[in-house]
């Protein structure tokens, strides 16, 4: 029997976790497989794993932009600053219009949580001179905003494509990211 679209469109994330793992770059593997779950958790609408497998994601990404790969201070700090500053103002505005809609309060602590995890992740995203790992960071950042529109304000028109395009290219950016990151550690220790 052959898959229903959505069914395939869990596989991309499965496809960049093997590659990173057959480059042995374990952390980025770990943060794609679990994102790939967060999608089959997403694809069975089980809302709460999902946003624990994403959880797990973030957490990983923020260890390895941070520790893994300790940012070198390229950027000025007024940039960085600002820069996250406006995705945070953002990113907060679109919380509190989404939080008061959420009517179970365990999925809302699980909101609260994640995306605090998230602009973790954006925050230590954007402490690297790589443009692919921030605009990847603002994309997954975008893309989880749309999904919060659509599932506690108001249905959006398409919105599959609306989530899973910035979701994807997001992915694929700090996926080449990262690997920069990792190809310029391994000429530094040389």
């Known amino acids: 029997m052959p898959l229903h679209l959505p069914a395939r469109m869990i596989f991309p994330l499965l496809w960049l976790a ?3 793992s057959f480059q042995r770059y374990w952390a980025l593997a770990t943060a794609l497989f ?3 779950l967060g999608d089959v958790m997403g694809w069975k609408n089980e809302l ?3 946003i624990g497998f ?3 994601a973030q957490i990983t990404y923020i260890i390895m932009f941070s520790l893994l790969f ?8 007024p940039v960085r600053i600002t820069l996250f500053g406006l995705v945070a103002v953002v990113y907060g505005l679109a919380m509190c219009w989404i939080f008061p ?8 602590y699980g909101i609260a949580v ?5 602009l973790g992740m954006c925050y230590s995203a954007m402490q690297h001179k790589n443009v692919c790992l921030i605009l990847g960071s603002i994309l997954f950042v975008v893309s989880d905003f749309i999904i919060g529109i659509n599932l506690f304000v108001e249905r959006i028109p398409y919105a599959h494509q609306c989530i899973m395009i910035p979701y994807y290219v997001g992915q694929l950016l700090l996926f080449l990211g ?3 990151l990792y190809l310029s550690n391994c000429t530094n220790k040389k």
């Open 18 to 20: 093997v590659c990173a």
């Open 34 to 36: 679990f994102s790939f």
């Open 48 to 50: 709460i794993p999902q």
């Open 54 to 56: 994403f959880a797990i």
């Open 70 to 77: 300790p940012p070198k201070p390229t950027w000025p700090k």
């Open 101 to 108: 809609r959420v009517e179970e309060s365990l999925i809302a």
């Open 114 to 118: 994640y995306a605090i995890l998230l």
């Open 178 to 180: 990262t690997r920069k």
